[in-house]
C-alpha cells in the first residue's frame, strides 16, 4: 500500500505551516481584532482582509492502481496579512471584510463539491491539481467583482444584495462547509 500526500496553498501570499490562521465557521464572526497586520498607510483602502484556501490530499493506490483518495480543502482568514485603520473603520467596513471571508469559504465549497465528483485513477493528482488552480482564478475574479460591484462597501444598496446573494450560495453548499 502506497499513500502520497501533497499539500498546497494558495490565497495570493506564500503560505507556511507556522502562519497564523483563522478557519472559516458560520460561528465566528471576525472581529477588528483578528486583524494584526501592519497597516499600509499609503493605502487608500481602509481595511484589508487576507483570505484563501488550503487544500491537501492523500491518494491510495494498490498494486499501482489508485484506489482512493481524500482531500482536505480550508478557508482561512490570515490575521498577520489583514489590516484596517482604526479612524476610518466602522462595523459596516467590517461586515464588508467579513464578506469576502464568507466568499472564500463559498469558494471552498464549491471546490469540494467539485472533488466529490472524481473517481479515482490514475490521472487524479492532475486533475486535483486542475481543479485547484481553477477555483483559485475564480475566487480571485470574485472577490474583485465583489469589491467593484459594492464600491469596496461605498455602495450601501450593493453591498446588502452581495451579501443576501453570498448567504443563499453558502446555503446551496451547505453540504459542503468546512468541518473545522
Known sequence: MYFKLLFIGFCLLNIQTDVAT???????????????????????????????????YAIKS?????????????????????WYKAALADEHILAHEQFHFNITELYARKFRERVARLQPSTDVSFQLEALHKEINRELAAKQIQYDAETDFSRDFEQQAIWEKYIEQELAKLATYKSEE
Open 62 to 82: 494498490e498494486n499501482k492502481e489508485v484506489s482512493g483518495f481524500k482531500t482536505k480543502i480550508l478557508a482561512h482568514f490570515y490575521p498577520e496579512k489583514s
Open 22 to 56: 483563522i478557519t472559516w465557521s458560520e460561528d465566528y464572526n471576525l472581529t477588528w481584532s483578528d486583524f494584526k497586520g501592519p497597516i499600509e498607510t499609503a493605502s487608500d483602502a481602509v481595511a484589508i482582509t487576507a483570505s484563501g484556501i488550503s487544500f491537501g
